[in-house]
């Protein structure tokens, strides 16, 4: 690269230019950078780009080498697809008037060469969420397949009507085309009352859900009824209890439970997993005896203070997320944190020697370097963070935590059984 991308602005009319009297910067915390050509990829297939109203893009003048801001339009982020972490934030001036951002991750971006540029890296060579790998003609006919095959099941209707047809989810529409990782959401409420909660946001909140919370508690015979032959028939199969499109699962512990030892009587093939707050360690517990292979605990942070203010849980606290990775190792199963990466945040030095803790007393298989789908402002402000102090570089701390744990594997997805098992290099779906 012979210099850093040039900013990106848009008119407030979906149209995007770059300005080629500015070199984009990266943010991390609440301070704009600037970034090495390194951090720089081109925007992977299935990225988008926002324009983000009320705000002004953070440059550095080509000439002077001084930051200040674009004043020929918005601000411009990009949302990066699956299976990429981004590095940094879009960096921009908030105007006063400016509308909090929807629950999507602003990743910083810039033009060079003739296309998108933006600071992130692929940590996940799995292809399940690939937009290309997504043909809508084979979708549709799976999803009427399925809604033929199991017309009663209420669990079915709503993963196709709803979350395949509506809101286009990867694991839904992997489920209509019979392959790899299956979900299976059961829960109408949560115990926790996260501020950038997916499914549900307070009336008073400006911003919308992505998606509505299921409104009904499936059975364990509706679970069986299509999980079996998922798991017995599709490659590197998984079924996942804990979706975008419910509450906390581990409130349905006994529903999943009795789910989980009448799936085990038809197959052993495949993994069951949970994507879970882990509020509830004594659950885990139960589930681990009736049969589950992993767990994925989802955090924006290591640090107590920092969760608590995010996640405000009811009758749990930050020790019982922790139990519950343990409890998983202790049956010798697979657990994950799903881990919110929020640049200035998650790679400020307290949060490394937090995070190297949580390794160390959870013995955890896995970090999942998630991007953080919020309103930079908005999270920091509601967190009550006003200073993120220095930073190590998200990159720099994903090496020094490789470094320091080489057995703790990095990825986006939960892995299957095979790779688990096996190879895990090579043990998942590919081209
Ligand atoms: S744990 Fe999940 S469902 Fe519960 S409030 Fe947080 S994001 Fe929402």
Redesign the pocket.
């Known amino acids: 690269m012979k210099h850093s991308p040039y900013l990106l602005y848009s008119d407030g009319k979906g149209n995007i230019f770059e300005d080629d009297t500015l070199y984009a910067t990266g943010r991390a915390g609440w301070d704009a950078y600037p970034v090495e050509p390194d951090d720089w990829i081109p925007l992977p297939d299935g990225g988008s780009m926002y324009e983000l109203p009320g705000r002004r893009g953070i440059g550095i003048d080509v000439k002077t080498g001084e930051m200040r801001l674009c004043e020929k339009g918005w601000a411009v982020a990009a949302f990066i697809p699956p299976a990429h972490t981004g590095l940094f934030i879009a960096a921009y001036e908030t105007g006063p008037d400016a509308p909090t951002l929807p629950l999507f991750c602003y990743t910083a971006a810039g033009w060079y060469n003739n296309q998108f540029y933006v600071t992130a890296v692929r940590i996940e060579q799995d292809i399940r969420q690939e937009c290309a790998g997504y043909d809508d003609t084979k979708i549709k006919s799976g999803t009427a397949t399925l809604l033929e095959a199991y017309p009663h099941n209420r669990l079915v209707k709503h993963l196709m009507e709803n979350c395949c047809l509506t809101y286009s989810c990867p694991a839904a529409r992997n489920f209509a085309l019979a392959r790899w990782e299956c979900p299976v959401p059961s829960s109408p409420a949560?115990n926790?009352?996260?501020i950038g909660?997916?499914?549900?946001q307070p009336q008073e909140e400006s911003i919308p859900s992505t998606q509505d919370r299921l409104t009904f508690k499936p059975t364990a015979e509706e679970i069986v009824e299509f999980t079996v032959p998922h798991l017995q028939t599709a490659p590197y199969p998984i079924v996942s209890f804990g979706q975008g499109c419910?509450?906390?699962p581990l409130l349905m512990w006994e529903t999943i439970r009795e789910a989980i030892i009448e799936i085990r009587k038809h197959t052993a093939r495949g993994s069951i997993n949970i994507n879970t707050?882990g509020s509830k360690p004594d659950a885990v517990k139960a589930l681990c005896e009736a049969g589950l292979n992993s767990i994925r605990v989802?955090t924006n942070s290591a640090r107590r203070p920092i969760y608590e203010a995010y996640?405000r849980p009811n009758n749990y606290t930050f020790d019982d997320i922790v139990e519950s990775l343990k409890v998983m190792r202790h049956y010798g199963g697979w657990s994950s944190i799903n881990y919110f990466v929020f640049p200035g945040m998650t790679d400020s030095e307290d949060e490394y020697e937090a995070l190297r803790t949580l390794i160390k007393e959870t013995k955890l298989s896995m970090i999942q370097w998630r991007n953080f789908n919020i309103d930079p402002d908005w999270y920091l402000g509601r967190i009550g963070v006003t200073e993120t102090g220095d930073c190590l570089g998200v990159k720099q701390l994903q090496d020094l935590i490789h470094e320091e744990f080489p057995d703790v594997k990095y990825g986006y997805f939960n892995p299957p059984m095979e790779r688990i098992k096996g190879n895990y290099e090579t043990d998942f779906a590919h081209y």
């Open positions: 949560c926790a009352n996260c909660c997916i499914s549900f419910e509450g906390e707050n989802s996640y």
